[in-house]
């Protein structure tokens, strides 16, 4: 693209009152010779705009930097199509209003982000479109409501959908007997009424219905997905929505409550299954029960099982109270619960429940349960009667708990590679890890299934209870994976109705997904990006780095170990860039060179001046805005501090470190996104790998005798906006403290 | 696990309780709001919130039993703070109802106290009974004359009738009331403690008579004047009448002394004091009713125990003054009619106590003294214990 430049330089909402606009100007014509650059006092209103659209129509200026406000604000206005590159310089949040007025400092501030602004203009590419064959139908994998319903309601917002169920459709809600209720009063047990929407589904046109079978492979990228069947059926997909679903956790491990050994100790799975087929009675001689005590958070909120709660026992007890009830008046029903969990409205079944006389409720912790003559006698201690109780039962219902059916990809890759380790010989002591690790991770063999072919492993990786999901606040029904989205029982533990509108909010993930991607453009979240990451595959090392730190899996290897690119996978988060030591990752308006190029046009003044200069690499995500939110308070900033905005922080590539010191500046603040198991980095990882390569920093650092406290990483999420003014300013106060960087003026 | 217990629902007696006014105790979750409201509730050992749950769990033995419930002077403020609208004070009141019928002896006049479709019975009884005396005095008709009361029922014959049917309920009622001291002292291997029992009373009377624990009401105010009332209304009645069976004996003596008169005219003092008792009666009882008939949270839920009781009182009271007012205007035969229907009141009232929600009057009584001995005692353990460990130290 042939490069007309045009600078124009807002003097609105106080920036004129602060900067002298002259001066500025100078910059831009001055030392980037640059001939067209214009003030005006809103370059927002209808006069500004009019004045750089003629520049636009009559000099045919494609590439437009804008020093106004924040590159947030006004997007709308300042956008003139996608043939145009524009670059906004946030002289209004980041100068005018954190910086005192007509000073010296404030001037040198809005002067090195006019230059940064220009150098990235200058080395920014417009992007190439990318076309190709889209398929733009739906995966659905799992035919129980989760399944079902999502098929529909993309089905009826006119995509095509394949849905795969492993048996017959229906799932766990067909084998209810009743449910719990979903509507007011909430006081009668409903009928499940799951074959109205499995006639449903089989009756809609644009769902194609695979049953009793399998994934047998998924290769390919979100809209070029190729999907083979274990009963032979090949068909393409757009996105693929998991829908699997949940299974009870193994009794087996309960035998401390009895399960086992005693017969009439059952599972609430099992009473439901009795309850079905017409009559609940004690497996160990066919009788009707007189009592039953319930056992809630069997195995569940308890660090030797499930660590959490699984949100519908307490309420499918209340209901199998009822059933159990309606067989006899005198029949006692004892519940002992650690809490009763009856969330929203389910409170009034829960009062419902509770007003039947028959029905004893009490917290407590069963301590065991032991036969006695025929019967059984349950123990619990700590109760709401003020004492430890023996009850007599003639059977004990377990509330056992939900485990996803789902499986860990990342686990199972890492098995598979400890095999190919141990395969290999290649080395003893390789040998040795591989055979522990082997030892550790053997129950994940044979669980997978979705079978993609991706590198990173054949499914979903899972957050820490096995469920593959993501933060559910910043990124609904997103996975680590673009393009398949995880909903229902096998996302995290739910009721029907719960799953019902899961599985409409991946259908829309879906629906959004395919759009965008045969639009060209990334899903989510960076949904304007219509770049991709380039691989200069000449001079890679095959160091894999870049393949093992992609947080979505887009990079497969061929034999060698060389990344072979799936950009309809990619999220545009450029981790890859940062992580390449070759530094052959590029986009099109987001490279290595352009932003070390940005770093080299701050101008550091020299050690007498008594100026020093801190860069500050801002994730654009949280810190960023933060940042602008504090100058909307007019927060005052140090003015050493220049900002430069990532993709995130994960792109910062260590070279940018070496250029910042090299170019003389003192110290470096990065500044992103929380991460961790409550992790709200927007892709994943990014500050985390940010942090640890920052920590290697910090030895080399040391080695140059320069002080480890030069580089720092600070955590931020934007609801502590704050903070950030403290936290740079404190920075800038350690920085000052130190001797200037020895490295200024070479 | 130390001192496991073995529990078995009784859910007949939770069916009762829900029938008899406890109708809401299924909605408590057990917050224990209403034992931190409660102002009548001791620090240690409070209530009503184990009870709502001892309740629940249809442990019935447990319930009756337990003084605590018979500490609750059904102020209410329970109610009124309780968020799921379990209502305990209202339970408590079934409570209390259940535990009469408990130690009832015979146990079929509790159950007929409670039903009203025994009340027909009820009423006929007594009704008989008096025709019986009657005839059997030979004083079947309407007497000649004045209005004099005592020529329809002689003195003698009424104190006797009265007198003696007074000392078999006395008998039922002790043996209610041994029971209940017996089930609430069942921990105590050492016996009765009388000196400590005695001094436990005095403090009890006290709050009795001052109606202390009434005044701690904070949802219901109007229920210590109401009771302070009715209580001072009957005490008065009851020294009146103590009098006016003094002067009756007075009389029959050979001298007796000229101011000494029976029937006593309206101007004289103690008339005075039993009319001023009958308005206190009056007042009190009409405060209790509108206290019953509105519709608030504080309200109390009131059963047919409770109305009959409340009734019979109005009844007594009210035929008592018409009794006196037809006297003075010598109203024949109405006078008598009244007279008789009065006699019918008194003994539905007094012979019926132990059946009756008027029982309270012991069983309450009983357990705020031995809330208050068994606190006295356990003071005294401490103190014996302390004493027998500092003669350990000195010989040591």
């Given at each position: 693209?042939d490069?007309?430049?045009?600078?124009?330089l807002?003097?609105g909402?106080?920036?004129?009152?602060?900067?002298?606009?002259?001066k500025?100007?100078?910059?831009?014509?001055?030392?980037?010779?640059?001939?067209?650059?214009?003030?005006?006092?809103?370059?927002?209103?209808?006069?500004?705009?009019?004045?750089?659209?003629?520049?636009?129509?009559?000099?045919?200026?494609?590439?437009?930097?804008?020093?106004?406000?924040?590159?947030?604000?006004?997007?709308?206005?300042?956008?003139?199509?996608?043939?145009?590159?524009?670059?906004?310089?946030?002289?209004?949040?980041h100068?005018?209003?954190?910086?005192?007025?007509?000073?010296?400092?404030?001037?040198?501030?809005?002067?090195?982000?006019l230059?940064?602004?220009?150098?990235?203009?200058?080395?920014?590419?417009?992007p190439?479109?990318?076309q190709?064959?889209?398929?733009?139908?739906?995966?659905?994998?799992?035919?129980g409501?989760?399944?079902?319903?999502?098929?529909?309601?993309?089905?009826?917002?006119?995509f095509?959908?394949?849905?795969?169920?492993?048996?017959?459709?229906?799932?766990?809600?067909?084998?209810l007997?009743?449910?719990?209720?979903?509507?007011?009063?909430?006081?009668?047990?409903?009928?499940?009424?799951?074959?109205?929407?499995?006639?449903?589904?089989?009756?809609?046109?644009?769902?194609?219905?695979?049953?009793?079978?399998?994934?047998e492979s998924?290769?390919?990228?979100?809209?070029?997905?190729?999907?083979?069947?274990?009963?032979?059926?090949?068909?393409k997909?757009?996105?693929?929505?998991?829908a699997?679903g949940?299974?009870?956790?193994?009794?087996?491990?309960?035998?401390h409550?009895?399960?086992?050994?005693?017969?009439?100790?059952?599972?609430?799975?099992?009473?439901e299954?009795?309850?079905?087929?017409?009559?609940?009675?004690?497996?160990?001689?066919g009788?009707?029960?007189?009592?039953?005590?319930?056992?809630?958070c069997?195995?569940?909120r308890?660090?030797?099982?499930?660590?959490?709660?699984?949100?519908?026992?307490?309420?499918?007890t209340?209901?199998?109270?009822?059933?159990?009830?309606?067989?006899?008046?005198?029949?006692?029903?004892?519940?002992?619960?650690?809490?009763?969990?009856?969330?929203?409205?389910?409170?009034?079944?829960?009062?419902?429940?509770?007003?039947?006389?028959?029905?004893?409720?009490?917290?407590?912790?069963?301590?065991?349960?032991?036969?006695?003559?025929?019967?059984?006698?349950?123990?619990?201690?700590?109760?709401?009667?003020?004492?430890s109780?023996?009850?007599?039962?003639?059977?004990?219902?377990?509330?056992?708990?939900?485990?996803?059916?789902?499986?860990d990809?990342p686990?199972?890759?890492?098995?598979?590679?400890?095999?190919?380790?141990?395969?290999?010989?290649?080395s003893?002591?390789?040998?040795?890890?591989?055979?522990?690790?082997?030892?550790?991770?053997?129950?994940?063999?044979?669980?997978?299934?979705?079978?993609l072919?991706?590198?990173?492993?054949?499914?979903?990786?899972?957050?820490?209870?096995?469920?593959?999901?993501?933060?559910?606040?910043?990124?609904?029904?997103?996975?680590?994976?673009?393009g398949?989205?995880?909903?229902?029982?096998?996302?995290?533990?739910?009721?029907?109705?719960?799953?019902?509108?899961?599985?409409?909010?991946?259908?829309?993930?879906?629906?959004?997904?395919?759009?965008?991607?045969?639009?060209g453009?990334?899903?989510?979240?960076?949904?304007?990006?219509?770049?991709?990451p380039?691989?200069?595959?000449?001079?890679?090392?095959?160091?894999?780095?870049?393949?093992?730190?992609?947080?979505?899996?887009?990079?497969?290897?061929?034999?060698?170990?060389?990344?072979?690119?799936?950009?309809?996978?990619?999220?545009?988060?450029?981790?890859?860039m940062?992580?390449?030591?070759?530094?052959?990752?590029?986009?099109?308006?987001?490279?290595?060179?352009?932003?070390?190029?940005m770093?080299?046009?701050?101008?550091?003044p020299?050690?007498?001046?008594?100026?020093?200069?801190?860069?500050?690499?801002?994730?654009?995500?949280?810190a960023?805005?933060?940042?602008?939110?504090?100058?909307?308070?007019?927060?005052?900033?140090?003015?050493t501090?220049?900002?430069?905005?990532?993709?995130?922080?994960?792109?910062?590539?260590?070279?940018?470190?070496?250029?910042?010191?090299?170019?003389?500046?003192?110290?470096?603040?990065?500044?992103?996104c929380?991460?961790g198991?409550?992790?709200?980095?927007?892709?994943?990882?990014?500050?985390?790998?940010?942090?640890?390569?920052?920590?290697?920093?910090?030895?080399t650092?040391?080695?140059?005798?320069?002080?480890?406290?030069?580089?720092?990483?600070?955590?931020l999420?934007?609801?502590?906006?704050?903070?950030?003014?403290?936290?740079?300013n404190?920075?800038?106060?350690?920085?000052?403290?130190?001797?200037p960087n020895?490295?200024?003026?070479? | 696990?130390?001192?496991?217990k073995?529990?078995?629902?009784?859910?007949?007696?939770?069916?009762?309780?829900?029938?008899?006014?406890?109708?809401?105790?299924?909605?408590?979750?057990?917050?224990?709001?209403?034992?931190?409201?409660?102002?009548?509730?001791?620090?240690?050992n409070?209530?009503?919130?184990?009870?709502?749950?001892?309740?629940?769990?249809?442990?019935k033995?447990?319930?009756a039993?337990?003084?605590?419930?018979?500490?609750c002077h059904?102020?209410?403020?329970c109610?009124?703070y309780?968020?799921?609208?379990?209502?305990?004070?209202?339970?408590?009141?079934?409570?209390?109802?259940?535990?009469?019928?408990n130690?009832?002896?015979?146990?079929?006049?509790?159950?007929?106290l409670?039903?009203?479709?025994?009340?027909?019975?009820?009423?006929?009884?007594?009704?008989?009974?008096?025709?019986?005396?009657?005839?059997?005095?030979?004083?079947?008709?309407?007497p000649?004359?004045?209005?004099?009361?005592?020529?329809?029922?002689?003195?003698?014959?009424?104190?006797?009738?009265?007198?003696?049917?007074?000392f078999?309920m006395?008998?039922?009622?002790?043996?209610?009331?041994?029971?209940?001291?017996?089930?609430?002292?069942?921990?105590n291997?050492?016996?009765?403690?009388?000196?400590?029992?005695?001094?436990?009373?005095?403090?009890?009377?006290?709050?009795?008579?001052?109606?202390?624990?009434?005044?701690?009401?904070?949802?219901?105010?109007?229920?210590?004047?109401?009771?302070?009332?009715?209580f001072?209304?009957?005490?008065?009645?009851?020294?009146?009448?103590?009098?006016?069976?003094?002067?009756i004996l007075?009389?029959?003596?050979?001298?007796?002394?000229?101011?000494?008169?029976y029937?006593?005219?309206?101007?004289?003092?103690?008339?005075?004091?039993?009319?001023?008792?009958?308005?206190?009666?009056?007042?009190?009882?009409s405060?209790?009713?509108a206290?019953?008939?509105?519709?608030?949270?504080?309200?109390?839920?009131?059963?047919?125990?409770?109305?009959?009781?409340?009734?019979?009182?109005?009844?007594?009271?009210l035929t008592?003054v018409?009794?006196?007012?037809?006297?003075?205007?010598?109203?024949?035969p109405?006078?008598?009619?009244?007279?008789?229907?009065?006699?019918?009141?008194?003994?539905?009232?007094?012979?019926y106590?132990?059946?009756?929600?008027?029982?309270?009057?012991?069983?309450?009584?009983?357990?705020?003294?031995?809330?208050n001995?068994?606190?006295?005692?356990?003071?005294?353990?401490?103190?014996?214990?302390?004493n027998?460990a500092?003669?350990?130290?000195?010989?040591?």
């Amino acid at each position: 693209m042939d490069k007309k430049i045009g600078v124009y330089l807002c003097a609105g909402c106080q920036i004129g009152d602060s900067i002298e606009m002259e001066k500025l100007e100078k910059v831009a014509t001055g030392e980037y010779k640059i001939p067209i650059c214009k003030s005006h006092a809103a370059f927002c209103g209808d006069e500004g705009l009019a004045l750089i659209r003629k520049d636009i129509e009559s000099e045919g200026v494609n590439t437009l930097v804008i020093g106004a406000c924040s590159s947030r604000a006004k997007t709308e206005v300042f956008n003139f199509g996608p043939d145009y590159i524009i670059e906004r310089v946030n002289l209004r949040e980041h100068v005018a209003w954190s910086q005192p007025p007509k000073n010296e400092d404030t001037q040198m501030l809005a002067e090195d982000y006019l230059r940064m602004g220009i150098v990235k203009a200058q080395k920014t590419l417009p992007p190439e479109p990318q076309q190709e064959d889209l398929d733009r139908s739906i995966l659905v994998v799992g035919g129980g409501v989760t399944g079902m319903t999502s098929a529909l309601e993309a089905a009826l917002a006119c995509f095509k959908i394949n849905l795969v169920e492993k048996e017959t459709l229906g799932g766990w809600k067909a084998k209810l007997h009743k449910v719990y209720p979903k509507s007011p009063p909430y006081k009668e047990l409903e009928d499940p009424g799951v074959e109205a929407l499995i006639k449903k589904v089989r009756e809609e046109q644009n769902i194609t219905i695979y049953e009793d079978t399998e994934i047998e492979s998924i290769a390919g990228a979100p809209c070029k997905f190729e999907v083979k069947l274990k009963n032979g059926a090949q068909f393409k997909a757009g996105a693929i929505i998991q829908a699997t679903g949940w299974k009870p956790y193994d009794a087996s491990k309960l035998g401390h409550l009895g399960y086992g050994a005693l017969p009439d100790v059952v599972t609430s799975v099992q009473l439901e299954e009795m309850a079905k087929n017409g009559r609940i009675a004690r497996p160990s001689d066919g009788k009707a029960p007189s009592s039953v005590a319930f056992v809630q958070c069997a195995g569940s909120r308890d660090p030797e099982h499930l660590p959490y709660c699984s949100n519908v026992c307490c309420l499918t007890t209340l209901k199998q109270a009822a059933y159990i009830r309606g067989q006899g008046a005198d029949i006692k029903i004892y519940i002992v619960y650690k809490d009763m969990r009856t969330p929203g409205l389910y409170e009034d079944f829960y009062r419902a429940i509770q007003d039947d006389p028959g029905v004893f409720l009490t917290k407590g912790v069963v301590k065991g349960v032991s036969p006695n003559r025929g019967g059984l006698l349950v123990d619990a201690e700590d109760t709401l009667l003020g004492e430890s109780i023996r009850l007599k039962a003639d059977m004990v219902v377990l509330a056992v708990g939900m485990a996803p059916r789902s499986a860990d990809g990342p686990a199972i890759r890492a098995l598979m590679d400890a095999h190919a380790v141990v395969a290999k010989n290649e080395s003893e002591t390789q040998v040795v890890e591989a055979k522990k690790k082997i030892e550790t991770l053997k129950h994940h063999e044979g669980t997978s299934i979705l079978h993609l072919e991706y590198r990173q492993g054949p499914d979903l990786p899972v957050l820490q209870y096995g469920f593959p999901d993501s933060h559910f606040i910043c990124f609904p029904y997103e996975t680590q994976r673009t393009g398949i989205y995880a909903a229902g029982a096998a996302r995290a533990p739910m009721d029907s109705a719960q799953a019902a509108e899961d599985a409409a909010g991946a259908a829309l993930k879906a629906i959004q997904c395919i759009e965008q991607t045969t639009r060209g453009f990334a899903a989510h979240p960076r949904t304007w990006d219509n770049t991709f990451p380039e691989f200069y595959l000449q001079r890679c090392t095959q160091c894999k780095r870049c393949t093992e730190e992609c947080p979505f899996g887009v990079l497969n290897e061929d034999v060698k170990g060389t990344p072979l690119p799936n950009p309809t996978r990619c999220r545009s988060c450029a981790i890859c860039m940062g992580a390449c030591p070759e530094r052959i990752v590029n986009f099109k308006n987001y490279s290595v060179d352009m932003i070390a190029s940005m770093i080299k046009a701050i101008e550091a003044p020299e050690e007498d001046e008594e100026k020093p200069r801190i860069l500050a690499l801002f994730c654009e995500n949280d810190a960023y805005p933060a940042l602008d939110m504090a100058g909307e308070r007019r927060i005052m900033i140090d003015p050493t501090i220049r900002v430069i905005p990532l993709r995130c922080l994960g792109s910062t590539n260590i070279v940018w470190i070496a250029d910042a010191l090299s170019k003389g500046i003192d110290g470096i603040l990065l500044v992103g996104c929380k991460y961790g198991d409550d992790y709200q980095c927007h892709f994943i990882k990014g500050s985390e790998l940010a942090n640890r390569r920052m920590e290697n920093v910090q030895e080399t650092l040391q080695k140059l005798a320069l002080e480890r406290e030069r580089v720092q990483l600070t955590q931020l999420s934007i609801s502590d906006f704050e903070k950030l003014p403290q936290i740079m300013n404190e920075f800038a106060e350690k920085i000052k403290e130190m001797e200037p960087n020895p490295y200024k003026g070479f | 696990m130390a001192d496991i217990k073995l529990i078995e629902p009784d859910l007949n007696f939770i069916r009762e309780v829900l029938a008899s006014g406890g109708d809401s105790l299924k909605k408590c979750f057990q917050c224990g709001t209403c034992s931190v409201v409660c102002n009548l509730s001791p620090e240690k050992n409070t209530f009503p919130r184990r009870e709502m749950i001892w309740t629940q769990w249809g442990l019935k033995e447990r319930v009756a039993r337990d003084p605590n419930v018979w500490l609750c002077h059904q102020c209410n403020d329970c109610s009124q703070y309780c968020p799921r609208g379990a209502r305990p004070g209202d339970v408590l009141a079934a409570l209390r109802a259940q535990a009469i019928r408990n130690y009832a002896f015979p146990s079929f006049m509790a159950t007929a106290l409670a039903d009203p479709k025994y009340l027909p019975i009820l009423m006929a009884f007594p009704v008989g009974l008096l025709l019986l005396a009657l005839h059997l005095t030979g004083k079947l008709h309407i007497p000649e004359g004045p209005v004099h009361y005592a020529n329809m029922f002689s003195h003698l014959a009424l104190n006797l009738f009265f007198g003696g049917l007074f000392f078999v309920m006395l008998m039922t009622l002790l043996t209610g009331v041994v029971r209940f001291w017996l089930d609430l002292d069942r921990e105590n291997r050492r016996g009765l403690d009388v000196v400590t029992l005695v001094k436990a009373a005095i403090p009890t009377i006290t709050d009795i008579l001052l109606h202390r624990k009434f005044q701690k009401c904070e949802a219901n105010k109007s229920r210590y004047l109401a009771h302070l009332l009715v209580f001072y209304g009957f005490v008065g009645l009851l020294i009146t009448t103590a009098i006016a069976v003094f002067y009756i004996l007075i009389m029959e003596l050979p001298n007796p002394p000229a101011w000494v008169v029976y029937p006593l005219p309206w101007y004289r003092p103690e008339k005075f004091l039993g009319n001023a008792s009958a308005l206190a009666l009056f007042t009190g009882l009409s405060l209790m009713i509108a206290n019953r008939l509105k519709s608030d949270a504080t309200a109390s839920k009131s059963s047919y125990f409770d109305w009959l009781l409340i009734t019979v009182i109005g009844v007594l009271g009210l035929t008592g003054v018409i009794v006196e007012l037809l006297r003075y205007s010598n109203a024949v035969p109405v006078a008598y009619y009244v007279y008789f229907v009065h006699l019918v009141s008194v003994f539905m009232l007094l012979i019926y106590l132990p059946y009756s929600k008027f029982a309270h009057l012991i069983y309450r009584a009983v357990a705020m003294i031995y809330a208050n001995y068994a606190e006295a005692k356990a003071t005294v353990f401490v103190k014996e214990v302390e004493n027998v460990a500092r003669a350990a130290a000195l010989e040591g």
